[in-house]
């Protein structure tokens, strides 16, 4: 197998490949694009579809995309008479509006600290947006707004007041402050990332009296598992070394992200970017990360010069790229900068933007009741004197939907949303926004018999007229309803398996982005349910599910190894991804299998702890064939912390990654099947998933 680095990206192990900088074609109404430049790229997705929004002296600059790699321009989403450079925008849809939060300064300053962050608002994606208000009187930019697992909003962003003044560390930090709405923020700002280090100077003896001025900008914050994460810039944008870092707090209590103590990784005193220069591309950062099609991958997009062109202060040269985010234990990696050809984002098992016209949906939906059509990226059903669905013509076991909906306004009121499962009309479970009681209800029906209802209260302030988005992450029994990003219900529901679709009864409704991607992941709340897809077929070893974590142990020294049952895996028929973290006990040797046929045929991957080494065995016929060996040496690879281990199968090749070391065979015979688990001694396992492709 091939060893990767780090400039190399990932194999290209599918026929679909992109190249950074990502293209912008000419939108409606233009000869060529307005620009091919896009600093600061801040991506935004709704109703199945893309949208960026960047930096630029004369307005808040759009771009749209239904598949992250080409991207049309939509022209300037927001500008102001007497004002000019609108630095680092950030979109947010909340109940029917979008908010967007940018800095600008007055049009004849010459002195880029009046820069001021400001929001403004619009009834669609691409503007116009409308002035709402200027947050400080201050030098202020490069909002992050965030919802958290609670719904409750914050805003992550950047001044100089607070340490602007310091003795040895003079600069640019971040902080974050509560909102009480989508345009007032409390007053009660924390602080969250301040400079440390050398690399970090934007200008040195700034002052004339020996101290350099630093800066820390551009937040985006994400949150896996037990951790948060703050993304961060650091230097100047126009140097080769700007680069990318993070710190990262402690999720394991129900703090707000007021109440957090940052760390920056690995540490404040050294220096080890996510993301810097290297031979093709420098000047990279400030970033934002969005899910890709499938709706599991993340996607960090960034801004970059190419590294051949010579820096011209008076040109913009910065230009969009993006690259996946993976995971390193506890820690982010990502594989790159990179310019040369890339994977693709990996699609969904089902993908509808209803960009059709006319009178019925397309040829994967069967509609029992209803007047269905599609127009303007929208699916509608008219009839409100029927009870209506269209559901898929496949099935789905473990799974991750997402769909956008909205209600036609009746004096009657409402019953709409989707089919979470779907065997007829007496066996289904359903998700409805009930209008007139003001409440989100997941329901079973099976064989006839009504199961008790779990509901959601919805805020007097819901608007049903507006698109709201819900996500269902289903493994097995186990539902999890998430409504615009905050999870509502859970519950176990009677049905594994069945078709998913849309639903309204007696009710006009328009749905908008229906996405499945065949996938499961163990979390600490359907622990159970991921185990009933496990099943021991060798060996008399023992998992045991506690929270979210597996432990598995072999017994007297006994190699054990469990599959993914079919139901999981039958349907992954054009390859998956298999991933987890794994800590290995100490004279353990375990990993995973990376395709398990039967006792006879598959390959497996082991990480063995007394020799520091990881080994990729095939198995044809009950015949081993070694396809790697490498070391893993303590010096470098801490074993008794948590690593990421992932195996990717598709079209006959085989990807494997042990955290940044990533390695690539592009034709193994045999190569199917299902993923497990394999190994002598002791491991736990955390964040498992399994991806079809």
Not at 389 to 418: C, F
Request: with cysteine; aromatic share 12%; charged share 20%.
């Amino acid at each position: 197998m091939d060893k990767r680095t780090q400039a190399d990206g990932m194999p290209l192990n599918s026929a679909d490949s992109y190249r950074n900088p990502l293209p912008i074609k000419a939108g409606e109404g233009q000869a060529e694009p307005l620009t091919l430049v896009h600093p600061d790229p801040y991506v935004l997705k709704h109703n199945g579809c893309y949208y960026t929004y960047a930096t630029s002296e004369a307005g808040v600059i759009v771009l749209r995309s239904d598949d992250l790699l080409s991207w049309e321009h939509l022209g300037i989403g927001f500008q102001m008479g007497g004002r000019k450079n609108y630095w680092a925008p950030a979109a947010v849809y909340e109940n029917g509006r979008f908010y967007l939060y940018v800095s600008s300064m007055p049009e004849h300053a010459e002195d880029v600290h009046e820069e001021r962050l400001m929001v403004a608002v619009s009834e669609t994606p691409e503007g116009p947006f409308e002035y709402v208000r200027t947050f400080y009187d201050t030098f202020s930019l490069d909002a992050h707004v965030v919802k958290d697992e609670h719904g409750d909003y914050y805003m992550f962003y950047s001044n100089n007041e607070y340490s602007g003044v310091d003795r040895d560390r003079a600069g640019t930090v971040i902080l974050v402050d509560r909102l009480l709405d989508m345009v007032t923020p409390a007053g009660e700002p924390r602080i969250v990332v301040v400079p440390t280090i050398d690399e970090e100077i934007y200008e040195e003896n700034r002052f004339g009296d020996g101290r350099d001025w630093h800066t820390i900008e551009g937040a985006f914050y994400l949150k896996r598992g037990l951790k948060h994460y703050m993304m961060y810039s650091g230097n100047a944008y126009v140097r080769p070394n700007y680069f990318l870092g993070y710190s990262v707090a402690d999720a394991s209590k129900d703090q707000s992200l007021l109440e957090l103590d940052w760390l920056k990784y690995p540490s404040d005193d050294q220096y080890e970017p996510l993301l810097r220069k290297n031979e093709g591309v420098e000047g990279v950062g400030h970033n934002s990360v969005i899910r890709g099609p499938n709706n599991i991958d993340q996607w960090v997009f960034y801004h970059g010069r190419n590294a051949d062109d010579v820096l011209d202060m008076n040109r913009e040269q910065r230009t969009m790229r993006a690259d996946p985010l993976l995971w390193n234990g506890d820690r982010l990696y990502i594989a790159g900068p990179s310019y040369k050809a890339q994977p693709a984002p990996a699609r969904p098992a089902l993908r509808d933007l209803f960009d059709g016209s006319g009178e019925s949906l397309g040829g994967h939906w069967l509609t029992n009741a209803g007047d269905w059509s599609q127009a303007n990226r929208e699916a509608f059903q008219a009839n409100r004197a029927v009870v209506a669905g269209a559901v898929t013509r496949e099935p789905y076991t473990h799974y991750v939907l997402e769909a956008s909906m909205k209600w036609h306004h009746d004096h009657t009121g409402g019953l709409y949303g989707i089919y979470a499962a779907y065997l007829d009309e007496s066996s289904y479970v359903s998700v409805l926004f009930d209008v007139g009681r003001r409440v989100l209800r997941a329901q079973a029906v099976y064989k006839g018999v009504q199961h008790e209802a779990i509901e959601h209260a919805l805020p007097e302030t819901f608007h049903y007229g507006a698109f709201h988005l819900l996500r269902v992450e289903k493994t097995g029994r186990h539902y999890v309803i998430k409504l615009d990003g905050v999870a509502v219900i859970q519950a176990n529901f009677p049905i594994v398996s069945g078709s998913v679709g849309m639903h309204t009864r007696y009710t006009s409704a328009a749905f908008a982005g229906f996405e499945v991607t065949r996938h499961a992941a163990m979390s600490a709340e359907n622990g159970s349910a991921f185990a009933e897809l496990l099943e021991r077929v060798d060996g008399d070893g023992i998992c045991r599910v506690i929270g979210g974590e597996l432990h598995c142990r072999s017994h007297q020294n006994r190699r054990t190894s469990w599959k993914m049952q079919p139901s999981g895996t039958v349907e992954a028929s054009n390859g998956f991804r298999f991933e987890t973290d794994i800590l290995i006990k100490r004279g353990a040797a375990f990993g995973m299998l990376a395709s398990y046929s039967d006792e006879r045929n598959g390959v497996e991957v082991i990480l063995n702890r007394a020799a520091e080494s990881i080994t990729v065995t095939q198995y044809s016929e009950g015949a081993p064939n070694v396809i790697l060996t490498a070391s893993l040496a303590a010096d470098s690879f801490d074993w008794t912390g948590w690593h990421t281990i992932s195996s990717t199968v598709a079209g006959g090749s085989l990807t494997i990654r042990v955290d940044e070391h990533i390695w690539f065979a592009d034709a193994i015979d045999g190569l199917g099947g299902a993923p497990g688990f394999i190994g002598t001694g002791e491991a736990s396992f955390r964040e498992t998933s399994f991806t079809a492709l």
